[in-house]
Every structure is written in C-alpha cells, then in structure tokens.
C-alpha cells in the first residue's frame, strides 16, 4: 500500500512536458534505418529530432523504441466491459466507462505499452465504439487520442455465450434470448446492416444506431470484428463481401490457415494473445492453437498487428512479442507489429507508431534490446510517465 | 428522549413570534453576532438587531447561551418514502415526480425537524439512470408552506445500483448510452417535458456518482450537453475538485460516518478550497437526521473550513438547490426557519433547543405536548 502510494508521482499525471535527449546503442526508428549509437530529441510533447539530441535531461539506455501499441486492449474499462441489455448496439461508446484511474492502464504504461485500442467487450454481436487512448498523461481528455474510433463486433460463440435456450425453464432472465448460436450471431449483424440500408432508403434520420452502421457502409468508420475459428474469419470475409464492408479481425487464432487469402484481401489481423495456460481452463473456441500465427500470417503479407489482451505482467505486449518471434517472427517485423503497423490499423500512424521528427514523443528506453529487457523510462507526449530508477515498486518487484 | 416530543403540525403561531433572542447569531451570510436578536414578521425574517438585549415582551423568546443559525438542509433524502422512490421496472422514469409520494405527516420529517434540519430534498433514489424529479420540502410548519420547489432538480444515476438486475443497461458504457438517448428523445416532439426542461437547463440534473471514472462520465456528460448538472455522493470527488469547478458542479457531499474513509472525508475540503459549490446529505432515513451535522464535523475534521461547512448546511445547500431566495440565510424576508442550538452545530456535544419553521416554534426541548394555538411555549427545561 504505501508502495503503491509512492508510486503514484510516478505514473498518473507526473509532471509536466520537460525537454529531454534520449541516448541508445540502438535508435529503432521503425519508419526509418536504425541508428547506432544515436540520440533522439524530445520538446514540447513532440519529437523534435532523430540524430540529434534536443539538450535538458538526458536518458540513457540500451535501445529505443516508439512506444508500443496494443490495438485491440480491454484495459481500463469500469463497470463491465459488455453491455448485457442489447446484442446490436453501435452507439455505446466505450469512453463512457474508461477510469481515468485505472491501475491497469499505469501498469500497461510501465510495460511500455503507450497507445491502446480499447473496445466494448465481444458479448455484443455489434458492441459498440472503441477509443484509441494514451496510458498515461495529463488528464484522460488529453490522452484520448480518437474518441470514438472502430466498430466493434464479434463473430462465433462470444456473443451467444451465455444466452439460454428457451426450452430451458420459464423464461425469467433477459438471457432468454438470441443469439443461442453461430447462426443467429450472423443473422444479427446481418439484420442490422439491413436495418440501416433500409433506413437510408426511407430517408430518415436522427438514429445514431443507424448513422454508425451507414458510416462503416461508406467506409467512414473501421469495423473490427473479433473472429477466433477459421469459419468466423470465413464468415467474416463472406459478409464483407456480402454487404460491401471493409473489416479488420481480432482473436484470430486460426488466421493462419487462411493467411493468403486474408493478405490477397488486404485483411488487417491484430493476432493473439499467446495462450499460456492449459487452453481448455479458458474456454477458447480453438482446442489447439498454432503458436506460429503471427509468424505465418506476417510471412503471408498480412498487415499484422499483436496484441496481449487483458494479459499482464510477463505476458504483456512486449511479452507477446517474444513468443511470436519465438515461433518464427522476425524481430523487425515484431517490432512494426507492435508499433507502426497497429498504429497503421488503427489509422492513427500520423501521430503515433515510429521515430520520426514532429510525431508523439512516445518512446520507449530498454536497458537491453526491446522486448527481452527491462523498460527504463517510457515517454507519453514528452512527459517521463516512467522511470524505473524512481519507482520503488519496480526495485521490490524485480529484486533489486 | 423520551422527553422530546415533536410538536403538531399545522399549527398556525396564533400568540405570533416576533423575536428570538440569543447569544450568538450566525446568520448564513457570513457574520457571527453575539447578543442579537432576530425578528420575525408573521412567517418572515425581518431582520437582526445587535446588540440587544432579553425583552420581557410577548412573542419574544430569550435564549442567552443559545446559538442560532439557518434552518439546516438535507439536499439528498428519501424521508417518509423510501421505499416508493425508486421505479424498478425501467431504468429511465423521469417523469416520476417525487412530490407525488410526499407525505408531510410522516415521522420521518418530525424526526428530521427535532434534529434541527427544517428542509429536505426528497429526491429519487440512485437506482434507475434517470430517476425523475426531486422536490424540495420543509420538514415542518404549516401544511400549506411545506412545499418548496415541486420540481427542483431531475435526478439522474451514474452508479452501479442503476446497473444492477437484469434490465437496460448493465454496463457504465450502456448506461451513459441510455441517458443520451433519453436526452435525444426528450429534445423530440412528444418526448419527455422533464427531460426536455433538464436538457435545455431549466431543470438542473442531480447525479449520482460512486467511483471516479462515474465522476467523470457524468462531468462529461454535463459537457456535452451543457448540462447544469450537479453531483451526489461521489465520495471521491475533490480528486477532481479542479474539473469540477471549470465545470460549474456543485456536490452534495456524504453521509459520513464514524466508518467512512479519511480519503471520502478529505473530499469536502478539497472541493470547498477549489471553489466547487458543497452541501451535506443523509439520504434519509437510511441514516438518522444528525448524519447531516456528523457530515458536516467529520469534514471539518479532515481539513473542511468550519465556516464554510455550515454554509454547506445552510446558505450553500439553499442555491444548490435553487432555493436561495427562501432559505438558508437569515437575510429579511426569508422564510423564518432557523434553530438555536446549545452551542456551534458543528459540535456534536450541541443540541437542538428550539426549531422555528415559518416563524412557529414546531420542537422546543422539554415541550411534553403538541402546543395548542394560543397556548404558550413549555418553560424551557434543562436536562
């Protein structure tokens, strides 16, 4: 507890915009070449310079990364992160519900994980709108980096799970209901696609349902969809197709077996997270999941995104990162997956995603190479949101 | 306590009560007098004298160790109904009026005048997301004045409670979507007049709040509307006293008891020195009346101006509640609700003497029996 309590200053709103030169052996710019023995410059929230220093504190370490993206989070979210009332509703937005406190999204900062697409949960055939938000700075107003951001929704068994059949007993429960099944997952989302077409067609305005789901007819709005087995995926591309969407897929384990078709498509996959316990004890839909699935669907084409869930600790991003180069990754390729290219999925590689001059000084300084050290100081728009040598916790947690 | 009977209601001051005399006189807007007098005209304040001294008169009343202040204020209470303040059946009801379930003769406002609180906001309770209206009462006096405001704030819930059972919603994401699609269909033809009257700022929101993250829902909600909106509950509130003040939120703080975190306690403070707008609750009768002034100390307690706590109990709940021309202060021409007290009300050795609602002294200490018009006052008897 009083750990915890000194730790505060450290993490939530720290202090103010400093200006700082972070030095590495290694300077992993991801958009561009990496630099040896080199210094980036960080001023007023922004990168300022690579190459070259930018004066004030100086931050030295082994490498340097962008700092990492997890595009397909739960963390943060309070009070439930599924809406159990409805299995179609676009207009939930998640920000409503993220803890500007949240003690998950401290720990995903000292991880080093700095941007995350948070979601509605998968119990909703269409859940609602994600947000891409920072782990830490200032306030959550300012951390926000896309308010309202992809549609979420889910294929398979999340959705029906839970919902009870009817010839079970006197329907008592709103859990009475459909879904009960893969079918009625997909004639859900299809009854709402159909919902908005014919909205449009009667002219009518003013449902924000409605207006969400033509935004993503039109290609305004990304839609996610969480597709575990290769028949959701399947599904997933047929109803694209069918109704004229472009998707991207999340949980994804069965991805790889149909890798070609999903980068012949341009199909954006954020894969993971690597199972690590017995995979019956958490009820996957895949009973044997390819632990080469990033390796494989990255060797395929697919713009490949990781991402550790609502997973913690050694099996945080940086975690899920070394397991999929364990099974065949390359590391630069872990590294894009894990920077620019989920910054690329989630369309905020403006901002976000590499080293390069006028980005977010969002920045990751390892005291080894990326991944398999320890993160010494991690950047969030030029604020220090953590440093190791100040936080007593990481020195008890660690055995230092 | 046996001792202490709460006097009849309805009983018009027939002997007429012209003054109150008392040591020391804090009359709500600032100033402590020692030696006054406040005058009262029929159910009206007509003002303060200083510097006067005990008159021997008729309808003048003479407390030299008594200190007397405003009438306290419960902004967030369920007296008299609990049960029935809360429609189980939707989580949006916000044409359900408070007033309707208003029973002036129940105990539980006698219990409240006797504690020395005279005004109460009898609200919705936290249970549904939009939970109607809440009225603004007196705990006594004359059946006709016991009304205040009979729609005084639309009370709104960001809470788990409201999330709770198997209805719409069950998550803080579908509850802030339920209450902004109550606000797009009250702002249609033929949707919901209070709705309608909350969104265009007629009506101020009374929100509940738990954790922080509903603190913050519930600011942003106010924002994106342009909401006037203000909390109840919302223990750790002065966390974020600085947004809430940009805001213009006030908070209705507590109940606090002798079991609430120093973290909860701290809240007042914090909101009070960053200028955000506090009053004090018990959401009767789940907890006794005195949970107003136990509020209010165990605040001061942790960091809380005194000064500014009974403001909370007094003037500040008053505009909070958008009462502030009736209530709260001993200004001329409010309404004549004040106690005198043995001693500071925020000493919780201090007891009730007397409490004078609409210039009517409706619970004296040591009155064995309802007082008959035209019969006088018991003589005041020390315990």
């Known amino acids: ?400 | 306590m046996a001792l202490l009977v709460p006097l009849a209601l309805g009983l018009a001051p027939a002997d007429g009560l012209k003054g109150v005399f008392a040591g020391t006189v804090w009359t709500g807007e600032g100033s402590v007098r020692a030696k006054a007098a406040v005058l009262l005209e029929g159910s009206r304040i007509r003002g303060i004298e200083e510097g006067a001294v005990p008159r021997e008169e008729p309808g003048f009343r003479t407390w030299p160790g008594g200190f007397v202040t405003p009438g306290l204020i419960d902004a967030h209470a369920h007296l008299g109904a609990r049960a029935d303040l809360a429609e189980d059946t939707l989580s949006t009801t916000p044409e359900a009026r408070a007033m309707d379930v208003f029973e002036p003769s129940h105990r539980d406002f006698a219990r409240a005048a006797r504690a020395g609180v005279t005004a109460a906001l009898l609200s919705p309770r936290d249970d549904n997301f939009v939970g109607g209206i809440a009225a603004l009462v007196r705990t006594a006096g004359p059946a006709a004045g016991r009304v205040v405001r009979d729609e005084a704030l639309l009370k709104a819930s960001f809470g788990a409670v409201a999330r709770a059972g198997e209805r719409e919603a069950t998550s803080q994401q579908g509850a802030v979507a339920a209450l902004r699609r109550a606000i797009r269909r009250g702002k249609e033809e033929g949707g919901s007049r209070a709705i309608a009257r909350a969104a265009r700022g007629e009506l101020a929101w009374l929100a509940h709040a738990g954790a922080p993250e509903e603190i913050f829902a519930a600011d942003r909600f106010a924002r994106e509307f342009g909401l006037r909106l203000h909390l109840v509950h919302a223990p750790l509130a002065g966390e974020a006293a600085a947004r809430l003040k940009e805001g213009g939120i006030g908070v209705v703080c507590g109940p606090f008891d002798a079991s609430t975190p120093l973290r909860s306690l701290r809240s007042p403070a914090a909101l009070a020195g960053a200028g955000v707008p506090i009053a004090f609750c018990t959401d009767g009768p789940a907890h006794e009346p005195e949970a107003l002034r136990l509020s209010a100390a165990l605040a001061v307690r942790a960091g809380l101006d005194p000064e500014r706590a009974l403001r909370a109990l007094t003037v500040d709940a008053a505009a909070l509640l958008g009462a502030a021309d009736r209530m709260g202060s001993l200004e001329p021409g409010r309404d004549a609700d004040l106690v005198v007290w043995s001693g500071n009300p925020l000493d919780l050795g201090t007891r009730p003497l007397a409490v004078i609602v609409g210039g009517e002294i409706v619970w004296e200490e040591g009155a064995r029996k309802p007082r008959r018009p035209g019969e006088p006052v018991a003589p005041e008897v020390r315990p």
């Open chain 1, 1 to 400: 507890m009083i750990g915890a309590l000194l730790a505060l200053p450290v993490l939530g709103s720290g202090p103010a915009e400093e200006t700082f030169t972070l030095r590495a052996r290694e300077v992993h710019t991801v958009s561009g070449a990496r630099l040896e023995d080199s210094s980036v410059g960080v001023r007023d929230g922004k990168i300022s310079g690579v190459g070259r220093g930018a004066g004030g504190r100086v931050l030295e370490g082994g490498s340097l990364t962008p700092g990492l993206i997890d595009a397909a989070s739960t963390a943060g979210i309070a009070g439930g992160s599924n809406e159990e009332s409805s299995e179609v509703a676009p207009s939930l937005r998640v920000l409503d519900a993220l803890d500007p406190k949240s003690r998950a999204m401290e720990r995903l900062a000292r991880a080093g994980v700095t941007t995350v697409y948070v979601s509605p949960g998968t119990r909703g055939v269409i859940g609602g709108l994600g947000a891409v938000v920072k782990t830490a700075g200032a306030s959550l107003e300012t951390r926000v980096v896309v308010p309202a951001a992809a549609l979420k929704a889910a294929m398979g068994d999340d959705p029906s799970r839970g919902n009870i059949p009817i010839r079970f007993g006197t329907p008592t429960s709103f859990y009475f209901r459909r879904p009960t099944s893969r079918m009625g997952v997909v004639w859900l989302f299809r009854k709402a696609f159909f919902d908005a077409a014919a909205y449009r067609e009667r002219g009518r305005s003013g449902d924000e349902d409605m207006e969400i789901l033509l935004q993503v007819v039109d290609g305004k709005r990304r839609l996610r969809l969480t597709a575990r087995r290769l028949n959701d995926i399947r599904t997933t591309l047929r109803l694209a197709d069918e109704l004229g969407l472009k998707v991207e897929i999340d949980g994804a384990d069965e991805a790889h077996r149909c890798a070609e078709e999903l980068a012949a498509r341009e199909v954006a996959v954020v894969a993971g997270p690597i199972p690590t316990t017995p995979v019956r004890a958490r009820f996957a839909e895949v009973d044997e999941p390819c632990l080469g699935n990033a390796a494989l669907l990255a060797k395929a084409g697919v713009l490949l995104a990781l991402t550790a869930g609502d997973r913690d600790g050694e099996e945080a991003l940086p975690g899920q990162a070394l397991f999929a180069m364990r099974y065949g990754l390359p590391f630069d390729a872990a590294l894009r997956a894990v920077t620019l290219d989920a910054a690329r999925i989630l369309g905020v590689e403006s901002r976000v995603g590499s080293i390069e001059e006028g980005k977010d000084a969002d920045l990751v300084l390892w005291e080894a190479a990326p991944f398999a050290s320890r993160p010494l100081a991690v950047l969030i728009d030029g604020r220090l949101v953590y440093d190791a040598a100040s936080d007593p916790d990481a020195a008890a947690r660690e055995g230092r």
